[in-house]
């Protein structure tokens, strides 16, 4: 249960308006149990005394703010995350995507950049991937940095073969990356389909013509409205029977644009537009 008081109810709402205005980055929407637990986080390391001392602190502190931002925006991701939905993607979209002459991917909210790379590979190994432009977009300008590198740790590697594996792969992941000192640097022939862009879900605008948008675990910290707002804006990038795929805690059910989509796998969260896909 969320106890704030009143009056930090005031100051919390006061230090996301002053973000707001003096960053551009608009957080007054999350979903406000999540937002409140990552300020109170930072705040207990800032050794600071009110929240709004720390508002004071962000309008006058840059670099104070961008450690907030990482806070706030949670780039926790992994490569072929929940192995199932990969796997599902295989099976239940793929085929569709195979009967396109040309094939557009929105990753939004990409993080740091492993779910882009997953898709990738997928896409390669289904023949695909030389008749796709991906999409990979985020708020948070140095995860997005991450991502254009494509540089992860090898000690992560362990896991991410299990879930390619689990994701029904058959090659060897080895073979996507080279092992350098302690990382694994993607092989650039996954990168070259690959366009990397800040694209803020709140506040900035369609992106056309897509035939799947992959958004996972992030509408997640934002309030129904806002959701509202995005799937709003999903519906209009995506082309008639274009794929969306949310994370497996989110859902687009308990929206108005629920009619607007079929279930193509409710437990994999992955959804159609309504309406035959329409060839180039
Ligand atoms: C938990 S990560 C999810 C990464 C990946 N999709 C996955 O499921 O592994 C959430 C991502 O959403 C991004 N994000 C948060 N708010 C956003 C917004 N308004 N617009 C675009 N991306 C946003 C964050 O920066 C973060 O990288």
Redesign the pocket.
């Not at 939004?108 to 993080?111: F, L, N, T």
């Not at 694209?199 to 709140?202: F, I, K, R, S, T």
């Given at each position: 249960m969320d106890e704030t008081s009143e009056n930090e109810k005031i100051e919390f709402d006061l230090l996301l308006q002053a973000i707001y205005q003096k960053y551009g980055y608009d957080f007054r929407n999350y979903s406000k149990a999540s937002i409140r637990r990552r300020i109170r986080h930072r705040f207990s390391r800032s050794g600071l005394k009110t929240i709004s001392e720390m508002q004071h602190k962000l309008l006058n502190d840059k670099q104070f703010f961008e450690v907030l931002l990482l806070d706030l925006?949670?780039?926790?991701?992994?490569m072929f995350?929940d192995p199932s939905f990969f796997k599902m993607i295989r099976k239940t979209v793929i085929p569709e995507l195979k009967k396109q002459p040309f094939i557009r991917v929105w990753h939004?909210?990409?993080?740091s950049g492993?779910?882009v790379y997953s898709t990738a590979i997928l896409l390669n190994e289904e023949g695909l991937y030389k008749n796709t432009l991906i999409y990979a977009?985020?708020?948070?300008e140095a995860?997005l940095d991450k991502a254009k590198k494509g540089i992860f740790s090898i000690d992560r590697m362990k896991d991410y073969t299990r879930n390619y594996r689990n994701a029904g792969g058959i090659a060897s992941f080895a073979d996507y990356y080279t092992a350098r000192y302690d990382h694994a640097i993607m092989d650039n022939s996954l990168k070259k389909n690959i366009v990397f862009s800040d694209?803020?879900?709140?506040t900035d605008d369609v992106f056309g013509e897509m035939n799947l948008i992959i958004c996972?675990?992030?509408l997640i910290?934002f309030s129904c409205d806002l959701q509202e707002r995005v799937f709003g804006l999903f519906w209009e990038s995506l082309r008639s029977g274009g794929f969306l795929c949310l994370?497996s805690k989110e859902t687009i059910r308990f929206s108005t644009y629920s009619d607007d989509f079929e279930n193509v796998a409710e437990g994999e969260k992955i959804y159609r537009k309504n309406g035959k896909i329409t060839l180039i």
């Open positions: 925006t949670v780039n926790v991701t992994e995350r939004a909210g990409c993080s492993e779910e977009t985020d708020v948070n995860v694209h803020n879900l709140v996972r675990n992030v910290y994370g």
